[in-house]
């Protein structure tokens, strides 16, 4: 199993959504988030009082797919979240252990 | 089919409406009795009299409660957006709970001791809990409204003036300190400048035998220079908030201060056009002024601000119109249209170099520019008034013969410049060691800032046990 983390632009984050459902991938975890890398924020003047946001908002998809998905997802989140300008965002992909389903403790690639 | 029927009604109504005066025409003057045509003549006069009159107090009463409508919800909503949020409430109730003290100041003895006969600086205490402030008219200050509608009316501009110093101390201020000050400011401060003002024998009352006649038609002196400069000295006194100005400290809605300056302007005509104290020319005049004067100003704050920033902000545009407003109160009354564009339009730059400049080359946290808006506004429109006011438009100065004399710079009397600045001088003096007594009072008694601890926390919580937005609930 793996687990997908994907950082991306708010604005591409419905397209992300439809591609993740296209290749099969049926749960995630979608949090709104600040953050940044290389991409420099903006400054703000309020009367002439500059204040620089470095903190940009973005949105957080997690999600754990079988291993023999892994590929497919990271590609279609690829696909759906690139716009080619600095502050696209990441995409961080680990192993995971176990996974179990509270309901009725289902464990492994069948819990997800 | 219905607009048929209504063309039907009004044309009987017209009908009605023509005959009627025809059909009165006939009797009575067959009748040619001397003495009832006498006692008609007076019952008409008495009649027409008495509409005027209640025109004009129908219009006094709206505007008296314009200008309430500018500290409740205008001045609020203003200054609560450019706050942090957790300062939203406690700086909107800074400006809500004077509509409540001031009042009861007023009625008790704020008006007796501004607008009674008194001296040259304070008026007397005839007026005390409001004894023989009925239904009368003054003939000296408003000949055709009651008495009451007069002092209801001023009360509302000793309601707001306070309240702009509220935005020099934003978000640092005991709450007990704060209505302490208040209160100390209103007597020490407000009720001598605006005796001296408007007051009768004031000493600069232009119209009422003042011996430096000064022009404020809506009290750019009386309301804007004392406010402002008290503020400069708050804020001077208090010291910076926490973190000023290396941490930001944006405002925390724009959104609000756009609705709060827009009922500000709106109020504003029942603060200028008001002035007037009745209904007829010369409110227009102050109206179409008003107007012009906060549209120049958002406009030439606006350019300033895109020509040194690269943009115009909304917060610009908003700050210029106010900002303009302040600059046209005390000439309102006095100078044409394209003279209120004029004081607009420098009010608006200067304003926004006093802002960002001045007050970023000093370094006084005077957190909302209550100063830099209505202390310099104020100054420069009180001159400028000065210099644009014109005989043409409101013919107030009079010569021994009673004629009416040159008024302005602009009429060729440059004169009134210097009365202007001697106006202003005092309301600087007075607005400086008034507001220095009462600091030191308050900060012996009750002290005037909260704790570290409470400014972090905020003063919603920590001076009022709320929050203005529980979004999660």
Same mark, same amino acid.
């Given at each position: 199993?793996?687990?997908?983390?994907?950082?991306?632009?708010?604005?591409?984050?419905?397209?992300v959504?439809s591609?993740?459902?296209?290749v099969?991938?049926?749960g995630?975890?979608?949090?709104?988030?600040?953050g940044?890398?290389?991409?420099?924020?903006?400054?703000?003047?309020?009367?002439?009082?500059?204040?620089?946001v470095d903190?940009?908002?973005?949105i957080?998809?997690e999600?754990?797919?079988?291993?023999?998905?892994?590929?497919s997802?990271?590609?279609a989140i690829l696909?759906?979240?690139?716009?080619?300008k600095?502050?696209?965002?990441k995409?961080?992909?680990t192993?995971?252990?176990e996974a179990?389903?509270?309901?009725?403790?289902?464990?492994?690639?069948?819990?997800l | 089919?219905?607009r048929t029927?209504?063309r039907?009604?009004?044309?009987?109504v017209?009908v009605?409406?023509?005959?009627?005066?025809?059909?009165?025409?006939?009797?009575?003057?067959?009748?040619g009795?001397?003495?009832?045509?006498?006692a008609?003549i007076?019952?008409?006069?008495?009649q027409?009299?008495?509409?005027?009159?209640a025109?004009?107090n129908?219009?006094?009463?709206?505007c008296?409660?314009?200008?309430?409508?500018?500290?409740?919800?205008?001045?609020a909503?203003?200054?609560?957006?450019?706050?942090r949020?957790?300062?939203?409430?406690?700086?909107?109730?800074?400006?809500?709970?004077l509509?409540a003290?001031?009042?009861?100041?007023?009625?008790?003895?704020?008006?007796?001791?501004?607008?009674?006969?008194?001296?040259?600086?304070i008026g007397?205490?005839?007026?005390?809990?409001?004894?023989?402030?009925?239904a009368a008219?003054?003939p000296?200050?408003a000949?055709?409204?009651?008495?009451q509608t007069?002092?209801?009316?001023q009360?509302?501009?000793?309601?707001?003036?306070?309240?702009?110093?509220?935005?020099?101390?934003a978000?640092?201020?005991?709450?007990?300190?704060?209505l302490l000050?208040?209160v100390?400011?209103?007597?020490?401060?407000?009720?001598?400048m605006?005796h001296?003002?408007?007051g009768?024998?004031?000493?600069?009352?232009?119209?009422?035998?003042?011996a430096?006649p000064t022009?404020?038609?809506?009290?750019?002196?009386?309301v804007?220079?004392?406010?402002?400069?008290s503020?400069?000295v708050?804020?001077l006194?208090l010291?910076?908030?926490?973190g000023f100005?290396k941490?930001?400290?944006?405002p925390?809605?724009v959104?609000?201060?756009?609705i709060?300056a827009?009922?500000?302007?709106v109020g504003?005509?029942g603060?200028n056009?008001?002035?007037a104290?009745?209904?007829g020319s010369?409110?227009?005049?102050?109206?179409?002024?008003?107007?012009?004067?906060?549209?120049?100003?958002?406009?030439g704050w606006?350019a300033a601000?895109?020509?040194?920033?690269?943009?115009?902000?909304?917060? +610009?545009?908003?700050s =210029? /119109? $106010?900002?303009?407003? %302040?600059?046209?109160?005390? *000439?309102?009354?006095?100078?044409?249209?394209?003279?209120?564009?004029?004081?607009?339009?420098?009010a608006?730059?200067?304003?926004?170099?006093?802002?960002?400049?001045?007050?970023?080359k000093?370094?006084y946290?005077?957190s909302?520019d209550?100063?830099?808006?209505?202390?310099? +506004?104020?100054?420069? =429109? /009180? $001159?400028?008034?000065? %210099?644009f006011a014109a005989? *043409?438009?409101?013919?107030?100065?009079?010569n021994?013969?009673?004629a009416?004399?040159?008024v302005?710079?602009?009429?060729?009397?440059?004169?009134?410049?210097?009365?202007q600045?001697?106006?202003?001088?005092?309301a600087?003096v007075?607005a400086?060691v008034?507001?220095?007594v009462?600091?030191?009072?308050v900060?012996?008694?009750?002290?005037?800032r909260?704790?570290?601890?409470q400014?972090v926390?905020?003063?919603?919580l920590s001076?009022?046990?709320?929050?203005?937005?529980?979004?999660?609930?």
């Amino acid at each position: 199993m793996k687990k997908i983390e994907a950082i991306v632009q708010p604005s591409r984050f419905d397209a992300v959504k439809s591609a993740l459902q296209e290749v099969g991938v049926e749960g995630m975890t979608v949090s709104e988030v600040r953050g940044h890398g290389r991409q420099k924020g903006h400054t703000e003047v309020y009367r002439g009082s500059e204040y620089t946001v470095d903190l940009l908002p973005k949105i957080k998809v997690e999600m754990v797919v079988p291993d023999a998905r892994a590929t497919s997802a990271v590609q279609a989140i690829l696909r759906a979240a690139k716009t080619g300008k600095i502050g696209d965002g990441k995409i961080f992909v680990t192993t995971v252990d176990e996974a179990i389903r509270i309901r009725n403790e289902d464990r492994g690639e069948t819990a997800l | 089919m219905q607009r048929t029927v209504s063309r039907l009604m009004l044309g009987l109504v017209l009908v009605c409406t023509l005959s009627a005066p025809a059909g009165l025409a006939q009797a009575p003057p067959a009748a040619g009795a001397g003495p009832d045509v006498q006692a008609r003549i007076a019952t008409l006069e008495q009649q027409v009299s008495d509409a005027r009159h209640a025109g004009d107090n129908a219009w006094m009463l709206v505007c008296a409660a314009l200008v309430l409508m500018m500290t409740g919800p205008g001045l609020a909503l203003f200054y609560g957006g450019l706050v942090r949020k957790k300062n939203v409430l406690a700086t909107m109730m800074q400006s809500f709970i004077l509509m409540a003290v001031v009042t009861v100041l007023w009625a008790f003895f704020g008006y007796s001791l501004v607008f009674h006969e008194g001296n040259r600086l304070i008026g007397g205490l005839g007026y005390l809990f409001l004894h023989g402030v009925g239904a009368a008219p003054d003939p000296d200050y408003a000949g055709t409204i009651p008495q009451q509608t007069f002092m209801v009316y001023q009360l509302m501009f000793a309601i707001i003036t306070p309240a702009l110093i509220t935005g020099a101390f934003a978000e640092r201020m005991k709450f007990k300190a704060m209505l302490l000050f208040m209160v100390l400011w209103s007597i020490i401060v407000y009720d001598p400048m605006a005796h001296m003002v408007w007051g009768k024998g004031g000493l600069l009352n232009a119209s009422l035998g003042g011996a430096i006649p000064t022009l404020d038609f809506a009290g750019g002196t009386v309301v804007h220079v004392t406010s402002g400069v008290s503020a400069l000295v708050c804020a001077l006194y208090l010291g910076k908030r926490l973190g000023f100005p290396k941490e930001p400290i944006p405002p925390h809605s724009v959104v609000l201060s756009v609705i709060g300056a827009c009922l500000l302007w709106v109020g504003w005509f029942g603060f200028n056009a008001g002035s007037a104290l009745a209904a007829g020319s010369l409110a227009t005049s102050a109206f179409v002024a008003t107007h012009f004067g906060a549209a120049a100003a958002a406009l030439g704050w606006s350019a300033a601000e895109w020509f040194s920033n690269g943009k115009a902000s909304v917060l +610009g545009a908003i700050s =210029g /119109a $106010v900002a303009g407003l %302040v600059a046209i109160t005390p *000439a309102a009354g006095f100078v044409g249209p394209m003279s209120a564009l004029a004081i607009g339009a420098i009010a608006g730059v200067v304003c926004y170099l006093m802002v960002t400049r001045v007050k970023s080359k000093f370094g006084y946290d005077d957190s909302l520019d209550a100063f830099g808006v209505h202390g310099a +506004g104020g100054s420069l =429109g /009180a $001159v400028l008034t000065g %210099v644009f006011a014109a005989q *043409a438009i409101n013919p107030i100065l009079k010569n021994a013969q009673g004629a009416a004399t040159a008024v302005g710079l602009v009429d060729g009397h440059p004169g009134q410049v210097l009365n202007q600045l001697v106006g202003v001088a005092i309301a600087w003096v007075l607005a400086v060691v008034g507001t220095l007594v009462i600091l030191k009072v308050v900060d012996w008694t009750v002290g005037l800032r909260v704790s570290e601890e409470q400014e972090v926390q905020g003063l919603d919580l920590s001076q009022h046990g709320e929050e203005g937005y529980n979004l999660e609930v």
